[in-house]
């Protein structure tokens, strides 16, 4: 199985940092990647598709992208909804495993 | 509006059996992938299983393999899953989840979850 690992799992910042989490995969997946916004008690919310293709509706101050088998969501400016849990997935090969997710946090 | 109602869940000992149900409505459910993802309280999530739109091909996770079957009747707009000889470690939230138009690139709408527990 293809194992995904993103980093930090917690991260603490403030309104209007710039934050990027990366999520490495264990071998190549293309661009076969998406990242997820999960907040307590939801379902996760899709993001971003395809490595760096932004979901409809979702802000543009997510961004994303992908060198070799290293992948990064970049939030330009916390904004006070944005405090939430990050997952990655990856799509390239079943089964289609998730990241251990990364915790943002208020500072 | 897109919505996935998931129900069916409960409690059941171990060895047991459920049938997890999903009614979609808002899109044509004929044309999506279907999938089946679980997370554990406090824990990540798991993706379990995923179903191609005319329902001849099925994928699963090796721990639940030979164990649940994933199944759709477009003609009813429902995803279904029979989980069989269940284990404590099957505890979790159940979710089922659109897929983006096409071939599996992300799940796009979610269901609000339906909670399975296993416990003697």
């Known amino acids: 199985d293809i194992q995904l690992t993103q980093s930090p799992s917690f991260l603490s910042a403030s309104v209007g940092d710039r934050v990027t989490i990366t999520c490495r995969a264990s071998?190549?997946?293309?661009?076969?990647l998406a990242w997820y916004q999960q907040k307590p008690g939801k379902a996760p919310n899709l993001l971003i598709y395809?490595?760096?293709t932004l979901q409809s509706g979702v802000p543009s101050r997510f961004s994303a992208s992908k060198s070799g088998t290293e992948f990064t969501l970049t939030i330009s400016s916390l904004q006070p909804e944005d405090f939430a849990t990050y997952y990655c997935?990856?799509?390239?090969?079943?089964?289609?495993?998730f990241g251990q997710g990364t915790k943002l946090e208020i500072k | 509006e897109v919505q996935l109602v998931e129900a069916g869940g409960g409690m059941v000992q171990p060895g047991g059996s459920l049938r997890l149900s999903c009614t979609a409505s808002?899109?044509?459910?004929?044309?999506?992938?279907m999938s089946w993802v679980r997370q554990t309280p406090g824990k990540g999530l798991e993706w379990v299983a995923n179903i191609k739109q005319d329902g001849s091909e099925t994928n699963y996770v090796d721990s639940v393999r030979d164990r649940f079957t994933i199944s759709r009747d477009n003609a009813k707009n429902s995803l279904y899953l029979q989980m069989n000889s269940l284990r404590v470690e099957d505890t979790a939230e159940y979710y089922c989840?659109?897929?983006?138009?096409?071939?599996?690139?992300?799940?796009?709408?979610w269901g609000q979850g339906t909670q399975v527990t296993v416990s003697s």
């Open positions: 071998q190549g997946i293309s661009s076969y």
């Open positions: 395809a490595a760096s």
């Open positions: 997935q990856q799509l390239n090969s079943y089964p289609h495993t």
């Open positions: 808002g899109f044509t459910f004929s044309s999506y992938w």
């Open positions: 989840a659109r897929g983006i138009m096409g071939a599996p690139r992300g799940l796009e709408y």
